[in-house]
């Protein structure tokens, strides 16, 4: 099945979609279909899946947006756990001044 849509997404071009249309019609983050079944990636349909994919994202350049993608999350948890620990701070001094 996914072989499927990997082989549609050529056709989808030819009908006319966008590369706006292929973006943000699919997950950016496609690492959940390889951790579903480790017994697959030993079959030869898995490898594959996996090298047609990877086609994919070589022929529509995704894998500078994929890596700009990781990074800007990296940076949004750094960031974000720093916001969590200041709000933690924050209201334990806003408890103390109310005690």
Known sequence: MVQEDVKGIYSYYDYG???FNFEY???KNFSFL???NDNLSDTKLF???VSEVDQLIKHYHLDVEMAETQSLVER???LY???LE???EYQ???SNLSD
Do not use: I, M, P, Y
């Open 17 to 19: 979609f966008t590369r």
């Open 76 to 78: 949004w948890d750094f």
């Open 25 to 27: 019609s699919f997950s």
């Open 34 to 36: 390889l951790e579903l």
């Open 47 to 49: 490898k594959e899946v």
């Open 86 to 88: 200041a709000k933690g």
């Open 81 to 83: 756990n720093h916001f």
């Open 92 to 94: 334990q001094e806003f």
